[in-house]
């Protein structure tokens, strides 16, 4: 079982910046991909950017050009740099990962950090 631990998450004004970040615990399995997720009350759970381990990135439409992902494949962790936050980015945001395991890679695990709140001030 693999945990993620997020930190990182708070209160700013418009305008701010937040940097997110989340490690993951030792696993024998392979990382796939690394990412943020994140969830407003009554709305889906929705990808903001991940990383894949091979080095590619991909972005939600609305955070390109503000936010910027970065990961450590070595060292399991994922960060999130947040720029020019906007009250529409307040969220309750999630870490994930997806791991392989090496000898059945077509088989993926998928994990879930606690979450973290940011909340962004007009």
């Known amino acids: 079982q693999v945990q993620l631990v997020e930190s990182g998450g708070g209160v700013v004004q418009a305008g701010g910046s937040l940097r997110l970040s989340c490690a993951a615990s030792e696993s024998a399995l392979s990382i796939y991909a690394m990412g943020w997720y994140r969830q407003v009350p009554g709305k889906q759970r929705e990808l903001v950017a991940r990383i894949i381990s091979s080095g590619g990135t991909e972005y939600k439409d609305s955070v390109k050009g503000r936010f910027t992902i970065s990961g450590d494949n070595a060292k399991k962790t994922v960060a999130l740099q947040m720029n020019s936050l906007k009250p529409e980015d307040t969220a309750a945001y999630y870490c994930?990962?997806?791991?392989?395991?090496?000898?059945?890679?077509?088989?993926?695990?998928?994990?879930w950090g606690q979450g973290t709140q940011v909340t962004v001030s007009s």
């Open positions: 994930n990962a997806v791991y392989y395991n090496p000898k059945a890679p077509l088989v993926r695990y998928t994990y």
